[in-house]
């Protein structure tokens, strides 16, 4: 991207629009390009102004956010941040977690409902998360595409860079550990429901989500699987052809009880949940029986862990780049060497197939 981040903002108040815009062009290298009043008028917009990022409402006429959203990362795959009332009802919840499985890459909090007169008091946070949205790469029909059009330069690699999933073999196995960050709900809604109903272990998942979609992403990913997805509950035994979902503001480990622990604490690289925690506790519990894998997500937690579990036996891996809407976490566990294997998103259950000797 060269000169200033170009916004669009959508949102179905005036009053709306302009404290976003007041707000983000108070960011020097941010510059909003226009605004749209609904949907439909948005997707004309992104195709009349080529906008680096997008800020969309929910509750709009003609065409909400959802479809606004779908429309807009498949045909022209630019980022959109989700700002919605999505503490005020459950119901804009369930619209604003659609959202982000429709391939959106953030949602901020609109504090007092949806006419945003009080946006100042997000102002930092809506900054933070339109440029860290201008770096992702949102899923278009099945696949990603690089930010701003061209593909991103890859890093250097150490010595001991990771192999092609292609050359894992069968592992003796426990137990499947994953984190997850930014770009996760769309990540996970094309991955989850393609693991088959027999699949032999148990998988722990961390996210970094609001408490508020939780419940609500293992919800429908639930509904759409062929394994059970639920979120875990402290002092359950874990069981094969289940998916447990790490609660909101808890960190999760496995104890050699094999049940799950659910952990108060302080966050672990910003993090709570921590994946560090989750991948820390798997290399402790279970004698190397473990794979571990990274999906993608800004900033670099779970590398360390994911190291432990490599130097402990386990097989680790990390999404690659080219499918990662953030080629953040999954970076930092290739750079540290703590990923064996890459895996792109379309090959991630023959992997687990593969490791698991099926």
Known sequence: MKGRLRVLVVDDSLITVHAITRILETEPTIEVVGHALDGKKAIAAVDRLD?????MDINMPHMDGIEATRNIVQQYGTPIVIVSAYAS???????TMRALMSGAIESVQKPSGEIGIDLDMIGAELIARVKAASRARPHVKGTTIPPNGTRASRMSRPSDQPSSWTSARPASLKIVGIGVSTGGPSTLEKFVPQIPSDYPFPILLVIHMPKVF??????????ASL???RVAENGEGISPGRLYVCPAEVHMEVGGDQRIHLVQG???????PSVDVLFESLARTTGGKALGLILTGMGRDGAKGLASMRA????????????????????AAVSSGAAMYEVPLNAMVRFLDRVAGR
């Open 227 to 229: 394994i059970n997805v």
């Open 266 to 272: 302080q966050p672990v690289n910003g993090c709570i």
């Open 312 to 331: 402990r036996g386990c097989i680790t891996a990390a999404q690659d780049e080219q499918s990662s809407v953030v080629y953040g976490m999954p970076r």
């Open 89 to 95: 009802a459950r119901s804009v919840a369930i619209q």
């Open 51 to 55: 906008p680096d990022v997008v800020t």
């Open 214 to 223: 939780i419940p609500i992403l293992a919800g429908n990913l639930d509904a």
